[in-house]
């Protein structure tokens, strides 16, 4: 059971390059969930998928576009990156919307030049 | 909107007590957590509390809840080295579509020193 993980570790871009980061849970969970982490900042959420087939904007989604594949996988799609766009991106998971825990992946440290 | 605010940095003696603390300003939140991330790893749910309670205790960990001050402390018994970490303080969003949405504060790096 390997939880929530993400692909790849690291990632380095030119600005106007476009990357997928990619998010698989085999918990069996119906909700994930994308953030970003900066310096002395806590996670701010990008997107959320409630569930298989749906995907809603959190507090900072300019700039990125998601795909829920199946229920297993939740994409991130930066399609022009920017140097603010450099931050470590963490996936989570929950059961469901309500479910007080999320688990979260180990993260991807993205530098865009 | 909603915040969650927490002093950034907290530094401790090896078997001293920490005590982490964080204001809320969502009074509508059901639980209120605290998540630990070591270093290169992602969060980890430590614990957490529902609204209606005012304390709450997990072996070393015990949580405080000050509705009316919306005021929410993390103590730690005894702290050892293995607690040096960032710990983030959380709480739900309100009712209504964005329910389960977590609002974290900016975290609070815990150094322990031997």
């Known amino acids: 059971n390997a939880g929530v993980t993400q692909t790849p570790k690291f990632q380095v871009l030119k600005t106007g390059q476009s990357m997928t980061l990619q998010c698989a849970q085999d918990?069996?969970?119906?909700?994930m969930y994308w953030y970003r982490q900066d310096p002395g900042m806590g996670l701010r959420l990008i997107y959320y998928?409630?569930?298989?087939?749906?995907?809603d904007k959190g507090e900072v989604p300019n700039g990125y576009n998601v795909s829920r594949l199946n229920k297993r996988e939740f994409s991130l799609r930066l399609e022009s990156a920017a140097p603010s766009q450099t931050s470590v991106y963490f996936c989570?998971?929950?059961?469901?919307?309500?479910?007080?825990?999320?688990?979260f992946g180990p993260g991807t440290r993205l530098t865009v030049t | 909107g909603e915040d969650v605010e927490q002093s950034l940095f907290l530094s401790v003696r090896e078997g001293d007590s920490s005590v982490i603390n964080c204001t809320y300003t969502?009074?509508?939140?059901?639980?209120l957590y605290w998540y630990k991330q070591e270093p290169g790893a992602g969060l980890q749910l430590l614990t957490y509390?529902?609204?209606?309670?005012d304390m709450k205790q997990d072996q070393r960990l015990t949580v405080l809840l000050n509705k009316k001050d919306k005021h929410l402390s993390l103590r730690i018994a005894d702290t050892q080295t293995g607690d040096s970490a960032i710990y983030f303080c959380?709480?739900?969003?309100?009712?209504?579509?964005?329910?389960?949405?977590?609002?974290f504060g900016k975290g609070t790096k815990l150094s322990v020193k031997p």
């Open positions: 998928s409630a569930s298989e087939g749906t995907t």
């Open positions: 989570a998971s929950s059961p469901t919307r309500n479910t007080y825990e999320q688990y």
């Open positions: 969502d009074s509508s939140s059901t639980y």
């Open positions: 959380a709480e739900s969003e309100g009712y209504g579509g964005s329910q389960g949405n977590l609002i």
């Open positions: 509390i529902f609204s209606n309670m």
């Open positions: 918990m069996n969970h119906n909700s």
